[in-house]
């Protein structure tokens, strides 16, 4: 028996996420006495491969095919379920993000395979298998049995860790896929690839504003801030609405859900759309000038002020430590 | 080209969630219901094309999975302009359950474009819309935040980790949107909801279906301490306490 993992790299290199789900995959293979196999896809170098080893992959196979170029759902589910049954896998973990919700749907149908979604835990109990994800966007949680043999979950970020890079060389395997001949229905015409930024779901830390900020020409106090702390930037839905930041930035119950280490909210009031898409964040840190700000009551710590004042303090005072 | 959007009926976004019966399962008294905000999107967007593209669009349809209850939400879509609507009679358990019943309904029909909300406000499965178009063997594309026909041509963006593609995608195929496909969803007017009475809403048997998942207990997350405040004057307190005592800078 085996634990199959998706293991997604951003151009060629496998990202934080992917180490957290083979420590993840890891945990659940000794409880249950398998082996974790890791799938790559598209061309990567032998020295990132062997990375998938040191995280906890005993194998790892890696599909090259052109026909793999381009992500579709239906070919690439095709491609994994074979490998499915041919690794005689029995979990599947995907990351929880635009890939895995892509797929994952689609390979629990195909397999006829239960699927949770975010989950945030290793399974409480293997037989009968259950284990907890978040529900009603992060404002509660779900403990879910699953009664079908074949499971296929998706890991919520951060919710795990990465544990030390300590494992072995894994071994290398090519998979040709060739089962799969179906063609494409998507034509590729062009790439808007954000680069230089970290990204949003993968940041530890993520400053974020609200409608607070009062206009578009105050983010560069945002930006700053998030400069010196290595940190990605978000915002509150009216603020994407408003056109102010990009839609991707958007952060909430119809946006992106995210669960970084620190989260820094400046002018964000709290309605409870957005607090969905922040509370699994580890700490959150709010400045806002009004006292009953509902934000306060799910910050661990609040500045009482106004942004204009307190933005720039915190940038000083955080590069003076970092420059220590 | 004729269009179908699911949807699905989950509660006001502003609600405040509990749980009743042992926390086994979830406390409807207070619960207002309105159309899941990413289907709403998908709803809006199909609007706006027959809107711009007239008769090209021939046909908006949505379709639902759920109890005599949810009769309300369809209507509603109705009223923001969908033609005609398909009730699929049966609780919607959970995610397989609700694919499959859609997949057996759709496949004897005809559509071009096929819309389904990426996520669900509710349980947050995030999966019916491809799980149903690998039941009816269709491609799928996920996390579409634009979606335009030129010339009988459909375009699209597609959000991926890292970047957005432009794509050309052939019909027919399963659009699975999220926020972007449109900006603010349609409120129905008061001719539409007169209108919306009056448009065909088709209740269909459901079909045999199994239960993958079973959510057996719930709970809510643990209350946070009290918020440990500072001023403006002594941001850099903040930032010690933020450096030594949580080290997370």
């Not at chain 1, 690794?87 to 990351?95: C, L």
């Not at chain 1, 709290?270 to 799910?298: L, M, R, T, W, Y």
């Not at chain 2, 005809?110 to 947050?124: R, T």
């Not at chain 2, 459901?206 to 405040?229: F, H, M």
Request: charged fraction near 25%.
């Amino acid at each position: 028996m085996t634990l199959l993992v998706y293991a997604e790299n951003r151009e060629g290199k496998f990202k934080k996420a992917t180490f957290e789900l083979l420590s993840y995959a890891e945990e659940l293979a000794k409880s249950i006495n398998a082996d974790v196999i890791a799938l790559s896809v598209n061309e990567i170098s032998p020295d990132e491969l062997n990375k998938l080893g040191h995280y906890g992959a005993k194998k790892v196979v890696s599909v090259t095919d052109e026909k793999f170029a381009l992500l579709d759902n239906k070919l690439y589910t095709s491609m994994i379920a074979n490998l499915v049954e041919k690794e005689n896998a029995e979990i599947i973990i995907f990351p929880d993000n635009l890939t895995g919700r892509a797929l994952a749907p689609r390979l629990s149908a195909k397999l006829k395979a239960g699927l949770v979604s975010g989950v945030v835990s290793a399974p409480s109990s293997y037989d009968p298998f259950v284990i907890k994800k978040k529900v009603f966007t992060g404002k509660a949680f779900a403990d879910v049995k699953v009664s079908s043999a074949i499971k296929v979950l998706t890991l919520s970020q951060n919710s795990f860790g990465i544990k030390d890079p300590s494992g072995d060389t894994p071994q290398i395997e090519d998979f040709k896929a060739e089962a799969v001949s179906e063609k494409s229905n998507i034509k590729l015409l062009s790439v808007d690839k954000i680069t230089g930024k970290l990204l949003l779901t993968d940041a530890e830390i993520v400053v974020s504003g609200g409608r607070g900020m009062r206009g578009p020409e105050n983010w560069n106090m945002i930006e700053e801030l998030a400069d010196v702390l290595g940190a990605a930037t978000a915002c509150t839905r009216p603020v994407s609405d408003e056109g102010w930041r990009p839609h991707d930035e958007h952060v909430g119950q119809t946006g992106k859900i995210i669960a970084p280490v620190l989260y820094i909210a400046c002018g964000i009031s709290g309605a409870i759309q957005h607090i969905g898409g922040i509370s699994s964040s580890k700490v959150i840190v709010a400045i806002n000038k009004d006292p009953d700000a509902p934000i306060f009551e799910v910050a661990d710590y609040g500045v009482l002020g106004d942004f204009k004042n307190v933005l720039p303090e915190l940038t000083k005072a955080i590069k003076e430590i970092k420059g220590s | 080209m004729k269009i179908l959007i699911c949807i699905s009926d989950v509660p006001d976004t502003t609600t405040k969630i509990k749980f009743t019966n042992d926390n086994k399962e979830l406390d409807q008294t207070e619960i207002q219901w309105i159309i899941n905000p990413w289907d709403e999107l998908a709803l809006t967007r199909a609007i706006e094309l027959k809107e711009s593209l007239g008769e090209k669009i021939e046909s908006i349809t949505v379709i639902n999975v759920g109890p005599a209850g949810s009769e309300p939400t369809i209507r509603k879509a109705l009223a923001m302009g969908a033609d005609n609507a398909i009730r699929v009679d049966a609780d919607p358990k959970e995610s397989y359950f609700v694919a499959y019943q859609l997949a057996e309904a759709i496949k004897s029909r005809d559509f071009d474009i096929i819309l389904a909300g990426l996520d669900s406000a509710d349980y947050n499965g995030a999966s019916v819309g491809g799980m149903m178009a690998e039941l009816l063997d269709m491609p799928s594309v996920s996390a579409i935040s634009a979606l335009n026909i030129e010339n009988g041509k459909v375009f699209i963006n597609r959000e991926i980790e890292g970047g957005t593609q432009k794509l050309e995608a052939q019909t027919p195929f399963v659009a699975i949107v999220q926020k972007g496909i449109a900006i603010e969803p349609k409120i129905p007017a008061m001719r539409g909801i007169m209108m919306a009475r009056t448009k065909p809403l088709e209740v269909v048997a459901p079909a045999n279906a199994d239960c993958l998942t079973e959510n057996i207990v719930y709970e809510l997350p643990q209350p946070k301490g009290a918020c440990r405040k500072f001023t403006e004057e002594n941001v850099n307190e903040l930032v010690d306490v933020l450096h030594k005592e949580a080290k997370l800078i």
